[in-house]
């Protein structure tokens, strides 16, 4: 779409929004619609082929407004959640469409997924403990694990959820492994903790790397932990099957975490969150009110009960219209451009003899660094980012000092990839020629 056709859209919907508020007088109160209205009004899955804008918004008048304030919220999104759940191909049991205790919903990030998914499971396993009347002390003994590579995320949502973290050892693929997990979760409960939560990544955001969740969860149901994936950036890539296999053992998990928000032309923030037994969420944030209840109690998700805040915003109406105009072909063809980009800035630095790819470049990010020493690279990349022209982001693997260049930007074309790399070539020649590092 073409700037002018951007400007011209983006009228039509500021013009309807104000035609809304002037005339809103003119509308009922209260929505004159049943429950599970939307499912008869549009489809069960996202299109193939992308849609016109012109088609997407006349559906705004026939589809959203007649579930004023606003049963079109709750029921766009868990419609959403089912499309995205199809297009990554989860497991029935997450699903709306299944009829059972799974469904998904729409947190502000993966971070505040993941503290969900904590208090969730810490709710649970006390629970437990309470009906077995062996709550005293059982707080202090609540511990969760993850890979050393996990998000900091994890370790503020123990923190924030009043339980110990303890970060595990990865392998040589950084990726975190069963048996590593197994033998943590024996010695920490011959101590006397309580094992009670395991987030495992697909997509760190060091390197990129995967743990092995289908060992995760082999251990996990085995002892009856709760599992949770966080796959914030790499998720969206699973919609194409050539990285679909990269979620295999997902079926194990308890909850399953990605952003639209980070890779597939959603705007921030959205993070799509799957839950494969609504009831122990709901248990752990259900707090109801008179002022809150209404006469549709029980009939349909009330997600207020899903997440931490009580208000919340339509962020689905933006999901909809970006499945539609894009359809899953064009989401696709995005994702693949982003990583054929990322292999072709990993092909310049290959054939480039003073610089080592450092982890294989699996999706969009490619970590590398010239041959030599940490201050080297950290003054490569410090005059890289002083310059401006472009910018990249450092991490550390086995107190090595690494560069990240990540594909992001939805305009970004080959051309800018070879202008990042001259960019890169001419501050590493300049230093490398003054000899001093």
Sequence with gaps: ?????????????????????????????????????????????????????????????????????????????????????KMLQLPEVFLFSSKGLGGGVIQGTASEATLVALLSARNKILSTFKTENKVGGTMEKLICYASVQ??????????????????LPVDNNLSLR?????????????????????????????????????????????????????????????ICPEFRHLLDGVEKADSFTMNPHKWMMVNFDCSAMWIK?????????????????????GQIPDYRHWQIPLGRRFRSLKMWF????????????????????????????????????????????????LKGSDTLNEEVL???????????????????FVIRFAVCSKNTESADIQYAWQEICYISTQVLLEGKL
């Design 322 to 369: 970006v499945f539609r105009m894009f359809g899953v072909k064009g989401l696709q063809a995005h994702i693949q451009k982003h990583v054929g980009l990322a292999h072709e800035f990993e092909e310049l630095v290959t054939k480039d003899q003073r610089f080592e790819i450092v982890f294989p470049v699996i999706l969009g990010l490619v970590c590398f660094r």
């Design 277 to 297: 037994n609504r009831h122990d969420l709901v248990e752990a944030f259900n707090v109801n009110p008179i002022y809150l209840k209404h006469d549709k109690e």
């Design 178 to 238: 069963g048996d590593v997990l197994q033998s943590a979760i024996e010695k920490d409960r011959a101590k006397g903790d309580i094992p009670f939560l395991v987030v495992g990544t697909l997509g760190t955001t060091n390197s990129c790397a995967f743990d092995n969740i289908k060992e995760l969860g082999e251990v996990c149901s085995k002892e009856n932990i709760w599992f949770h994936i966080d796959a914030a950036y790499a998720g969206s890539a699973f």
């Design 382 to 400: 410090r005059l890289i980012n002083e310059r401006g022209k472009i910018t990249l982001t450092p991490t550390r693997f086995k107190e090595m």
């Design 1 to 85: 779409m073409e700037a002018e056709e951007f400007r011209r859209c983006g009228k039509q919907m500021v013009d309807f929004v104000a035609d809304y508020i002037s005339n809103i007088r003119d509308r009922r109160v209260v929505p004159d619609v049943h429950p599970g209205y939307i499912l008869e009004l549009i489809p069960d899955q996202a299109p193939d082929e992308g849609e016109s804008w012109e088609e997407v918004f006349k559906d705004i008048e026939r589809v959203i407004m007649p579930g004023a304030s606003s049963p079109a919220c709750t029921e766009l999104e868990m419609v959403m959640l089912d499309w995205l759940g």
């Design 150 to 167: 996990a998000h900091s995320s994890v370790e503020k949502a123990g923190m924030l959820g009043g339980v110990k973290f303890c970060p």
